[in-house]
């Protein structure tokens, strides 16, 4: 595929990527009200420290291993297996972490908590560096949109006062899961 098909890919998923917090936030901010917004937020972010110490350095690693020698199928194979079980093992540990974090650490919001716990599940599925890789921009573009779009949908359809706080953050959690199971 060309250099300027893959970019056309990413730059449309970035501008969506860009509009869909602009509808989505005002809608948000008013049905869940600004505590929810805070403890969803605040929950993620705790979750995210744990998902980028599971993904440190792995995808742009992964990417740059995979796009040298993705013509030869046997190094490709022996590479990506060798890429994937750090990352397997790095993802076990955090999510062993984070549900220390729950259990002892966490005081409040242990529910939001615990369905953050999907979001660093997700993590240890996460091979987009594979396919940036091999240069299937398509396909990872793609999916992601799709997914993007459905839980923006989810969010309308199935958020609607404060107490659905559980709700949407299972939307978010949900579909970054989904989105990397696919793959």
Avoid at 28 to 46: A, D, H, M, N
Avoid at 162 to 167: F, K, N, P
Wanted: hydrophobic fraction near 50%; charged fraction near 10%.
């Amino acid at each position: 595929m060309s250099v300027k098909k893959n970019f056309i890919y990413n730059f449309c998923y970035q501008i969506l990527i860009m509009i869909l917090p602009l509808i989505t936030t005002p809608y948000i901010s008013r049905v869940i009200g600004p505590e929810g917004v805070g403890i969803q937020s605040y929950t993620y972010s705790i979750a995210n420290y744990f998902v980028l110490f599971a993904m440190l350095g792995i995808n742009n690693h992964g990417n740059r291993s995979i796009a040298m020698i993705r013509d030869d199928k046997e190094k490709l194979n022996r590479t990506f297996s060798s890429i994937y079980s750090m990352q397997f093992i790095m993802s076990t540990i955090m999510i062993l972490l984070y549900s220390l974090y729950i259990m002892f650490i966490a005081k409040e919001n242990k529910i939001i908590f615990l369905i953050q716990a999907i979001y660093i599940i997700s993590a240890l599925l996460d091979i987009n560096w594979f396919f940036f890789g091999i240069e299937q921009f398509k396909l990872t573009v793609i999916r992601n949109a799709i997914i993007k779009l459905f839980s923006v949908l989810s969010i309308f359809i199935f958020v609607k006062n404060s107490s659905d706080l559980y709700l949407y953050s299972l939307i978010l959690s949900l579909g970054t899961l989904i989105g990397q199971f696919v793959l």
